[in-house]
């Protein structure tokens, strides 16, 4: 059964970095784009960043553009989130998501396997 396990989560100071990874177990992560996504309390879930297939594109939202970098490493089936200068409003639970196929989006209506979450506090 297809499973996505984040990890990485954790309290970092502001200006601080971590670094979250999404292992997924599926045969199905070479086919699949692979998105970012977070909540904080009380807010909706937005898409953050996502990668296609072999790597080939990236997509960010707006707010985190020149801080965060996505990549992904398919001899390990892992899809990295790399997050600098990380800020109090960066604050929430991150899911990564796989979607098995179509266009790169940042819409989580259109990936189908999600994670558990992995929480991340930005605080001084």
């Known amino acids: 059964q297809l499973q996505l396990v984040e990890s990485g989560g954790g309290l970092a100071q502001p200006g601080g970095s971590l670094r979250l990874s999404c292992s997924v177990s599926?045969?199905?992560?070479?086919?699949?784009?692979v998105g970012w996504f977070r909540q904080a309390p009380g807010k909706e879930r937005e898409g953050v960043s996502c990668?296609?297939?072999?790597?080939?594109?990236?997509n960010y939202v707006d707010s985190v553009k020149g801080r965060f970098t996505i990549s992904r490493d398919d001899n390990k089936r892992t899809v990295y989130l790399q997050m600098n200068n990380l800020k109090p409003e960066d604050t929430a639970v991150y899911y990564c998501?796989?979607?098995?196929?179509?266009?790169?989006?940042?819409?989580?209506?259109?990936?189908?396997?999600w994670g558990q979450g992995t929480q991340v506090t930005v605080s001084s």
């Open positions: 599926g045969l199905i992560f070479y086919s699949a784009n």
């Open positions: 990668i296609s297939s072999h790597g080939g594109s990236t």
């Open positions: 998501a796989l979607a098995a196929g179509g266009r790169l989006t940042l819409r989580s209506e259109d990936y189908h396997y």
